[in-house]
């Protein structure tokens, strides 16, 4: 029976640095692990709920709730992988990493990213305006939106954690630490 691989979840607030923070930390792990990165926004359903601004009253297609996306899917699809037992790593990251149980109970390692929601809006304005967005659109999706999500599901969810890192300046220290301590808990047996 093939060791069970060390997982890893990283939660924050949109624009938090999950993605960028992922991808350093699987590039350090990389050439001693084998590592597979789950990004939890390629499980956002197509069909997704909506909601209701609480102070403009304004409809949203509703991005950043846990019934946006497909949660159970991303449950099994990792516990598939951790039977095929092929990566020694894998990272899940995402909105919901720790708000899901289901998913929680499967980590090892718990990490949020702490980013101030001034700098996370300034990300998004300027992601969002490279894909074409504009200013209007964008502050007020993250006014009337992302923030009221951010403060009912995200945000709590950070209790959760083993470790909390600064989004805002990530430091190659802490990534370094956070490297060290999963080749410290993982298998470092070659992967078939």
């Keep these: 029976m093939s060791p069970q691989p060390y997982i890893v979840g990283i939660a924050g607030g949109s624009a938090s640095g999950k993605t960028t923070i992922s991808n350093k930390l699987a590039a350090q792990l990389a050439p001693l692990r084998s590592v597979h990165v789950f990004h939890m926004d390629t499980y956002f359903k197509k069909d997704k709920p909506t909601m209701l601004a609480p102070i403009t009253g304004e409809q949203f297609s509703d991005h950043n709730h846990p019934e946006s996306f497909e949660l159970d899917q991303l449950v099994a699809d990792l ?21 899901h149980a289901p998913l929680r109970e499967r980590l090892d390692l718990r990490i949020f990213l702490d980013a101030p929601s001034d700098e996370r809006i300034v990300r998004r304005m300027k992601r969002s305006l490279e894909r074409g ?35 805002s300046y990530p430091s190659e220290k802490g990534l370094r630490v956070v490297a060290e301590w999963i080749l410290s808990h993982s298998d470092g047996t070659p992967a078939p």
């Design 79 to 99: 516990d598939a992988l951790c039977a095929q037992g092929e990566h020694q790593v894998i990272i899940v990251e995402g909105l919901m990493t720790l708000h």
């Design 133 to 167: 967005g504009t200013y209007d659109d964008i502050a007020r999706f993250f006014l009337d939106s992302v923030r009221f999500r951010h403060q009912e599901f995200v945000e709590p969810s950070r209790w959760h954690a083993d470790l909390v890192l600064n989004g």
